[in-house]
T-cell receptor, first 113, second 110 residues
Framework: DAGVTQSPTHLIKTRGQQVTLRCSPK?????VSWYQQALGQGPQFIFQ???????QRGNFPDRFSGHQFPNYSSELNVNALLLGDSALYLC????????????FGPGTRLTVT | GQSLEQPSEVTAVEGAIVQINCTYQ??????LSWYQQHDGGAPTFLSY????GLEETGRFSSFLSRSDSYGYLLLQELQMKDSASYFC???????????FGTGTRLKVLA
């Protein structure tokens, strides 16, 4: 049973560019959340997707957007990249009925230069 | 604001017992979760306390006291592989938003 997968593992972008990160949830999970984790800090909640809609958003600007597909996979898009967007981006999935146990993917390390 | 505070670093020796505290300031939440994260790895779920009291899962136990705005993770019979960062986390009441603590780096010495 495959766990949560994310792609790519590493990415280097230039300020002002746009990036798309991808996530496939654990089998049987229908809820996907995205987090940003700066070095030495805890994950910061970006948003959560369920039934192909964003049902909760954290304190992130509109430059951060996402999508969930019918197969529950998800994308995170970041526009107009800033140096401060450099971080590890984590995707987590959870099954409906048990939202407290989140399964995290390995993350995408984004570097903005 | 909402915050979950943890000690930044804890050091203990193999075989010992260590407690990692989490104090929080939040208006309401559903329960307290704990995650482990090794360097370069993804957070992995350890435990969840929906109610006050102690939850035990093998060598790990977690405790919650809502009246004291406090929780902790207890690790027994420490092993070298327990060296990692540990995060407490809550989901705010009435939302699907999760807040993670500042994280505690545990170093286990031989």
């Amino acid at each position: 049973d495959a766990g949560v997968t994310q792609s790519p593992t590493h990415l280097i972008k230039t300020r002002g560019q746009q990036v798309t990160l991808r996530c496939s949830p654990k089998s049987g999970h229908d809820t996907v959340s995205w987090y940003q984790q700066a070095l030495g800090q805890g994950p910061q909640f970006i948003f959560q997707y369920y039934e192909e809609e964003e049902r909760q958003r954290g304190n992130f600007p509109d430059r951060f957007s996402g999508h969930q597909f019918p197969n529950y996979s998800s994308e995170l898009n970041v526009n107009a990249l800033l140096l401060g967007d450099s971080a590890l981006y984590l995707c987590a999935s959870s099954p409906q009925g048990n939202p407290y146990e989140q399964y995290f993917g390995p993350g995408t390390r984004l570097t903005v230069t | 604001g909402q915050s979950l505070e943890q000690p930044s670093e804890v050091t203990a020796v193999e075989g010992a017992i260590v407690q990692i505290n989490c104090t929080y300031q939040t208006s309401g939440f559903y329960g307290l979760s704990w995650y482990q994260q090794h360097d370069g790895g993804a957070p992995t779920f350890l435990s969840y306390n929906a109610l006050d009291g102690l939850e035990e899962t093998g060598r790990f136990s977690s405790f919650l006291s809502r009246s004291d705005s406090y929780g902790y993770l207890l690790l027994q019979e420490l092993q070298m592989k327990d060296s990692a960062s540990y995060f407490c986390a809550v989901r705010n009441s009435g939302t699907y938003k999760y807040i993670f603590g500042t994280g505690t780096r545990l170093k286990v010495l031989a």
